[in-house]
Every structure is written in structure tokens, then in C-alpha cells.
């Protein structure tokens, strides 16, 4: 990394030496140019993010910024080393691509110019017409999208636990995935099979985002399974491109903190003239046997369960999912992708990846619970954790600062497909025991990061607040209801002086609140599955209402 940025440097001092300075006249005042720059601490971002320059994409040791011309003043001044790539972002469009192990790497001059490369990845900027021609070659690609990204990470993104004890219930959820029902699911996907939807059986000849009809019934038989068969409260089809390839996502809604959100999901799509059993229905069985099995429990928090297309084109459909969940603020903790679950060559040790980034130290942790799991439940599988894999969806929520992990079949180690974005993936040429407890994990993991089971039904707690002082009903006291340290749960109160809260059957320690300095609290009190507890309060009335801070 030193050498390099010593490179970037001396690069930068030649340019500015040359005559009329290619920095100041390479832009117009109308261009933006493409900048990379590479830090190797935590003071160079502080100094980055005081220039207000935008995060167009994070990346394992550096980042990707636009600047205009007196922009580029500003990271001079700042004495932070960076590269320009591309003078004028007026035209085109740019994707990281990196080449599995296992394959020739193309000669990627030949479909357009070769930006950047680093230790990980390689920046392009593609002929457009091309695109799908270095796909077919076995190349990842992750599209740059243009907009800014947060430069801090949620900081209210709960902990993932540390430590996992069995639990039966989600033993019980285990016990329910079956080889039969991982491979009816996958054959389905791949086209051996014919699926139900529409009202008619319909055989699947192809999952390529851009194939018309078929893409349109793979879509369509997701999610009229997730509305007909599993009832699921909510299904979104999310129309990033046209009505034929949208992302489908199923959410049950949680009783007590519906806005806490946990996602499970994969790439429903695959690569033009594949069956992509392994790349990716694999990914997608499994989530649609997470949808099926913990749809029959309640939950405290909301889950999804999502189908994303545009992945091979570049992420396109998950980004377009994650821009929009950072938009309107949604507050999602958690994101398990899963994108090639059932490769592993017949006999051999059972490895998995499991894919963090640095950047979100709680992916780290996810990622380890994981593992935990898998040795908790003694699943036949052997997890190895890191980084450096990015050409996957999970990519596109961490680039929006959600904590998200991919899980992965050996793609760091030497176990590679080798029916990778070929004619040749097809449910046969998968390992059924593998692939069976790696859909086992994967839903094991996803009940335990979320840890919001509902297992006995939930209770209510509600009342009514008033005056201490002429008995009138107080509007926007708030109410805690806490036990241990680690849960806390708070409502308000309506314009009548009305509260009601949802809860899960625990003893709890109730506090209500005006001002920090008038409050009322009643311990020891006892929600009961199906029950609900009243306690009312008389309160002094302030004119500032106190906001204890919210804890999980």
C-alpha cells in the first residue's frame, strides 16, 4: 500500500510539473472527474470527509469520489494522495470486475478501458454493447452507481450476538429442510421441473434478467407463492427497470418493533443460455425455504425475504433496492446474502466463505455468528471468514452503510465450479448434502441474527396518563418498558392520554415520563401471552417532553 500510494503521489507531482497543468485543464467547468483514493488511515478519511466530496463507492482500501476542477484544488490542499481515472463522467458507465480463480483472465482492453486495477478488482469502463459478451466470459461485475453514499455506517445498527446456544425451536425449523424439497425448489428454478403460477404449470426456460416471459413467471411464481401459499403479510414487486424483471421481496411484519428489519435473499437471475442451478437458484431455494418454514412462527421483528434481478448486469436490481430502503430511512440490521450454495466436489472437505467487509465492524460479527451457528446445531460444514469478494448483492447494502454479509460456496479456496456461467450448471452437478446444510445454516443463522422469535405468543401493555394537577389527559408522555439491559421498549401517548404497547411475555420494569425530572415507575410487572396489563399514571405536566434514548 505505501508503494502505491508513493506512485499515486509521484504521479501527481509529474502532472502538475507539466506545462499548463493537466490537472486544471484536463475539466471543463461543466466536468466532473473520476477520482480514486486510496487511504491506509483513519486520519486521511477524516480529512477526506472534510473536503464534503461524495462517496461514489467504498472499496477495500480506498474509495471512488467525483471532483470538478476547483474541487481538485481542495484535495491538493488537503495533501491526500488520490488519481484521477476519468476527466469527464459526462459518458458511459463504469463496473468493477474481477475474474474467479478458476478461470483466464479476458483481456479486458479489448471491451473497453481499464481505469484501475488493484490487489482486488478492476475498474472498467466497458463498450456498452459488450456488457453481456465479458459477462459470458465468467467475469463479476459490480456496477459504480453515480450517487453518494454514506460516509458513516448506521451507528444505531444493533449487535449481532456473540454467543449461540441451541435453541429447539429453531432446531424444529432445521429439522424441516429436507434434500427432497432443496432439490424439488432447485430442479423448478433450473427448468427441469415445470412451477405453478398464473393459474397453470409453466416451465422455466430461462432466469436472464432481460428474457422477456420467462424472467416474468420466474418473478411471478416467487411471488404468488409468497402471497397464495405462504400468506405472507406484504409482497413487493420492485420495478427497477420494467414490469418483467422486478425484485420480489415477501416481508412478515413484526408484532413488537415492526421497523426493525432483517433480510434474507439472493439473485433470482442468471447468466443468458444457463440453467444457473448453482448460480443462482441455489441462493434462491434457500430463501424461499426460509420464507416457507419461519413463516410459520411469529416474530417480534420484521423479516424479508428477497428475490433480486439485474445481479449479473452488474447488482443493478439490489442497488436500485438499497437506494431506495436509504431514502426513506428504513432501518434495516441486517442482510444475510446468499449466492452459491450447492457447489462443493463430491468427498471433499465441506468449506463455505463467509464474506465481511473491515469498513462495518458488526459484518464481522455477523459473519461469526455464523460460524457459532453452524458449530452450535453441528452442521457438517467448515466456515473460513473474509474479505475481498464484492461482486455480489450484499455489496450493494454496504455501500449504503447496512451491515451485510455474503455467504458463499469456496470461492477464496480451490474448490471453484467449474460449470461456472455455463450450459453445464444444472442440479446435477451440485453436492445434495452439501447443499442441503448449507440451506440449513443459512436459515438457522438468519432465526438467530434477527432473534426476535415470538415463541409464546405476545402480551400488551396499555393506560391512560393524566394531570396530577386537574385530571386532564397528558399528550406525548413517554412510556418505557424495559428488563435487562439490553431490551427497552417505548410508546407515547395519543392526544386522549391513551398508550398501548405491544410486548413479549417478560417481567418488566414500566417508567413513564413528562420532563426527565417528573416520571413514575412500577416494577415487577408481568405481560402474559394474550393478555394485556393496564397501568395508568398521574403525572406532573411539563412543556417539554423528555425522550429517553431508544436501546434494543
Given at each position: 500500500?505505501?508503494?502505491?500510494?508513493?506512485?499515486?503521489?509521484?504521479?501527481?507531482?509529474?502532472?502538475?510539473?507539466?506545462?499548463?497543468?493537466?490537472?486544471?485543464?484536463?475539466?471543463?467547468?461543466?466536468?466532473?472527474?473520476?477520482?480514486?483514493?486510496?487511504?491506509?488511515?483513519?486520519?486521511?478519511?477524516?480529512?477526506?470527509?472534510?473536503?464534503?466530496?461524495?462517496?461514489?463507492?467504498?472499496?477495500?482500501?480506498?474509495?471512488?469520489?467525483?471532483?470538478?476542477?476547483?474541487?481538485?484544488?481542495?484535495?491538493?490542499?488537503?495533501?491526500?494522495?488520490?488519481?484521477?481515472?476519468?476527466?469527464?463522467?459526462?459518458?458511459?458507465?463504469?463496473?468493477?470486475?474481477?475474474?474467479?480463480?478458476?478461470?483466464?483472465?479476458?483481456?479486458?482492453?479489448?471491451?473497453?478501458?481499464?481505469?484501475?486495477?488493484?490487489?482486488?478488482?478492476?475498474?472498467?469502463?466497458?463498450?456498452?454493447?459488450?456488457?453481456?459478451?465479458?459477462?459470458?466470459?465468467?467475469?463479476?461485475?459490480?456496477?459504480?452507481?453515480?450517487?453518494?453514499?454514506?460516509?458513516?455506517?448506521?451507528?444505531?445498527?444493533?449487535?449481532?450476538?456473540?454467543?449461540?446456544?441451541?435453541?429447539?425451536?429453531?432446531?424444529?425449523?432445521?429439522?424441516?429442510?429436507?434434500?427432497?424439497?432443496?432439490?424439488?425448489?432447485?430442479?423448478?428454478?433450473?427448468?427441469?421441473?415445470?412451477?405453478?403460477?398464473?393459474?397453470?404449470?409453466?416451465?422455466?426456460?430461462?432466469?436472464?434478467?432481460?428474457?422477456?416471459?420467462?424472467?416474468?413467471?420466474?418473478?411471478?411464481?416467487?411471488?404468488?407463492?409468497?402471497?397464495?401459499?405462504?400468506?405472507?403479510?406484504?409482497?413487493?414487486?420492485?420495478?427497477?427497470?420494467?414490469?418483467?424483471?422486478?425484485?420480489?421481496?415477501?416481508?412478515?411484519?413484526?408484532?413488537?418493533?415492526?421497523?426493525?428489519?432483517?433480510?434474507?435473499?439472493?439473485?433470482?437471475?442468471?447468466?443468458?443460455?444457463?440453467?444457473?442451478?448453482?448460480?443462482?437458484?441455489?441462493?434462491?431455494?434457500?430463501?424461499?425455504?426460509?420464507?416457507?418454514?419461519?413463516?410459520?412462527?411469529?416474530?417480534?421483528?420484521?423479516?424479508?425475504?428477497?428475490?433480486?434481478?439485474?445481479?449479473?448486469?452488474?447488482?443493478?436490481?439490489?442497488?436500485?433496492?438499497?437506494?431506495?430502503?436509504?431514502?426513506t430511512g428504513e432501518n434495516i440490521l441486517g442482510y444475510l446474502n446468499l449466492d452459491m450454495i450447492a457447489w462443493n466436489t463430491i468427498g471433499s472437505d465441506p468449506y463455505i466463505n463467509l464474506i465481511y467487509t473491515n469498513r462495518i465492524p458488526a459484518t464481522q460479527t455477523l459473519a461469526q455468528l455464523y460460524a457459532d451457528?453452524?458449530?452450535?446445531?453441528?452442521?457438517?460444514?467448515?466456515?473460513?471468514?473474509?474479505?475481498?469478494?464484492?461482486?455480489?448483492?450484499?455489496?450493494?447494502?454496504?455501500?449504503?452503510?447496512?451491515?451485510?454479509?455474503?455467504?458463499?460456496?469456496?470461492?477464496?479456496?480451490?474448490?471453484?465450479?467449474?460449470?461456472?456461467?455455463?450450459?453445464?450448471?444444472?442440479?446435477?452437478?451440485?453436492?445434495?448434502?452439501?447443499?442441503?446444510?448449507?440451506?440449513?445454516?443459512?436459515?438457522?443463522?438468519?432465526?438467530?441474527?434477527?432473534?426476535?422469535?415470538?415463541?409464546?405468543?405476545?402480551?400488551?401493555?396499555?393506560?391512560?396518563?393524566?394531570?396530577?394537577?386537574?385530571?386532564?389527559?397528558?399528550?406525548?408522555?413517554?412510556?418505557?418498558?424495559?428488563?435487562?439491559?439490553?431490551?427497552?421498549?417505548?410508546?407515547?401517548?395519543?392526544?386522549?392520554?391513551?398508550?398501548?404497547?405491544?410486548?413479549?411475555?417478560?417481567?418488566?420494569?414500566?417508567?413513564?415520563?413528562?420532563?426527565?425530572?417528573?416520571?413514575?415507575?412500577?416494577?415487577?410487572?408481568?405481560?402474559?401471552?394474550?393478555?394485556?396489563?393496564?397501568?395508568?399514571?398521574?403525572?406532573?405536566?411539563?412543556?417539554?417532553?423528555?425522550?429517553?434514548?431508544?436501546?434494543?
Amino acid at each position: 500500500m505505501k508503494k502505491r500510494l508513493l506512485s499515486i503521489l509521484l504521479i501527481l507531482v509529474i502532472l502538475s510539473s507539466l506545462p499548463g497543468n493537466v490537472l486544471a485543464t484536463s475539466q471543463t467547468a461543466e466536468q466532473i472527474a473520476l477520482i480514486y483514493i486510496p487511504f491506509e488511515s483513519d486520519d486521511q478519511l477524516r480529512i477526506f470527509f472534510s473536503t464534503q466530496l461524495p462517496v461514489y463507492e467504498w472499496l477495500e482500501g480506498g474509495l471512488l469520489t467525483g471532483a470538478e476542477q476547483a474541487e481538485l484544488q481542495v484535495l491538493q490542499e488537503a495533501g491526500l494522495p488520490f488519481l484521477i481515472l476519468d476527466p469527464d463522467m459526462r459518458s458511459g458507465a463504469y463496473y468493477l470486475a474481477k475474474t474467479r480463480s478458476s478461470l483466464p483472465e479476458p483481456n479486458y482492453e479489448t471491451y473497453g478501458r481499464v481505469l484501475l486495477r488493484t490487489n482486488n478488482v478492476i475498474l472498467l469502463k466497458p463498450d456498452p454493447t459488450l456488457v453481456d459478451s465479458l459477462i459470458q466470459t465468467g467475469v463479476e461485475l459490480s456496477l459504480i452507481t453515480l450517487t453518494p453514499k454514506p460516509v458513516i455506517p448506521d451507528q444505531g445498527a444493533r449487535e449481532f450476538p456473540t454467543q449461540v446456544s441451541p435453541n429447539p425451536i429453531i432446531q424444529g425449523m432445521i429439522d424441516q429442510v429436507t434434500q427432497e424439497k432443496v432439490y424439488q425448489y432447485d430442479r423448478q428454478l433450473a427448468g427441469e421441473l415445470p412451477v405453478w403460477v398464473d393459474g397453470d404449470w409453466y416451465t422455466i426456460t430461462s432466469r436472464y434478467t432481460f428474457s422477456g416471459t420467462p424472467i416474468q413467471k420466474t418473478t411471478q411464481y416467487i411471488g404468488q407463492h409468497m402471497t397464495d401459499g405462504l400468506s405472507l403479510d406484504k409482497v413487493d414487486y420492485q420495478i427497477w427497470n420494467n414490469t418483467t424483471n422486478p425484485n420480489v421481496i415477501g416481508e412478515i411484519t413484526g408484532l413488537v418493533n415492526p421497523q426493525d428489519i432483517y433480510i434474507i435473499g439472493a439473485h433470482i437471475d442468471d447468466v443468458q443460455g444457463t440453467p444457473g442451478a448453482d448460480d443462482n437458484a441455489s441462493g434462491s431455494v434457500a430463501t424461499l425455504l426460509a420464507a416457507d418454514i419461519l413463516s410459520q412462527y411469529q416474530w417480534g421483528c420484521t423479516l424479508r425475504y428477497a428475490f433480486w434481478t439485474g445481479e449479473e448486469q452488474g447488482l443493478t436490481g439490489s442497488y436500485a433496492y438499497a437506494f431506495r430502503a436509504h431514502n426513506t430511512g428504513e432501518n434495516i440490521l441486517g442482510y444475510l446474502n446468499l449466492d452459491m450454495i450447492a457447489w462443493n466436489t463430491i468427498g471433499s472437505d465441506p468449506y463455505i466463505n463467509l464474506i465481511y467487509t473491515n469498513r462495518i465492524p458488526a459484518t464481522q460479527t455477523l459473519a461469526q455468528l455464523y460460524a457459532d451457528v453452524i458449530d452450535a446445531y453441528n452442521i457438517n460444514l467448515l466456515p473460513r471468514l473474509g474479505t475481498g469478494i464484492s461482486a455480489s448483492d450484499h455489496t450493494a447494502f454496504l455501500q449504503y452503510g447496512f451491515p451485510a454479509i455474503l455467504a458463499i460456496e469456496d470461492d477464496l479456496g480451490d474448490d471453484i465450479n467449474p460449470y461456472y456461467h455455463k450450459l453445464q450448471d444444472t442440479p446435477a452437478n451440485t453436492d445434495p448434502t452439501y447443499f442441503t446444510n448449507f440451506v440449513k445454516a443459512s436459515i438457522a443463522t438468519f432465526a438467530h441474527m434477527s432473534d426476535c422469535i415470538v415463541p409464546d405468543g405476545i402480551g400488551y401493555l396499555d393506560g391512560h396518563i393524566t394531570d396530577v394537577d386537574g385530571g386532564m389527559p397528558i399528550e406525548g408522555a413517554v412510556i418505557s418498558a424495559s428488563y435487562d439491559q439490553a431490551h427497552n421498549y417505548l410508546t407515547k401517548t395519543d392526544s386522549n392520554g391513551d398508550y398501548t404497547r405491544s410486548l413479549y411475555p417478560e417481567t418488566y420494569t414500566v417508567t413513564a415520563y413528562t420532563c426527565k425530572q417528573y416520571q413514575s415507575t412500577i416494577a415487577d410487572v408481568q405481560i402474559v401471552a394474550g393478555s394485556v396489563t393496564t397501568l395508568d399514571f398521574t403525572l406532573q405536566q411539563c412543556q417539554k417532553t423528555f425522550f429517553p434514548i431508544m436501546s434494543k
